[in-house]
């Protein structure tokens, strides 16, 4: 059992590292050019914006869950688990809903986001499987995940706040 876990971790951190080269997203974001179109200009302040709102699910998210933990409410902590997933598919779409970038970073950057959102909602769904299971490991796993994840998005979004 284990070796799943360790093969799942080693996966998870090859494939966060596959979809930017291997460069976090405050690299990516370091990148750019000062000179952006308007037109990308405009789509990096909405990837700002989505990044924030991301960022926000989670704090939320965390008070909820700690409220919850408090009052023994599993059932209500599961449920908030699904609907903050769901949130984060509304926000991963909203990125893919917007026009592509002309500017290839910000293209890179854009996706390395996108797949950071992704493997948090599979890392989530995995969080739910635990829970469901009875599977501690599993479920600290993926708290683990989901962790590094919002770190991860958190650096970046102190980067582009400046």
Do not use: W
């Amino acid at each position: 059992m284990s070796r799943k876990i360790i093969f799942l971790f080693i996966l998870l951190t090859f494939l966060i590292g596959c979809t930017a080269n291997s460069k976090t997203a405050s690299e990516l974001y370091s990148t750019l050019d000062q000179n952006l179109s308007k037109k990308d200009l405009a789509l990096l302040n909405s990837l700002e914006s989505h990044v924030q709102k991301f960022i926000q699910l989670n704090e939320e998210l965390d008070m909820l869950l700690d409220e919850m933990k408090k009052e023994d409410e599993l059932e209500a902590a599961i449920e908030t688990m699904q609907i903050a997933n769901e949130e984060a598919m509304y926000i991963y779409n909203l990125i893919e809903l917007d026009d592509q970038p002309t500017n290839k970073n910000l293209l890179e950057l854009r996706s390395h986001v996108q797949a950071s959102i992704e493997l948090y909602m599979k890392a989530m769904n995995m969080q739910l499987e635990g829970i469901s299971t009875g599977n501690p490991k599993k479920t600290d796993e993926a708290h683990e995940e989901m962790k590094i994840i919002n770190e991860e998005l958190n650096k970046l979004y102190l980067s582009m706040k400046g």
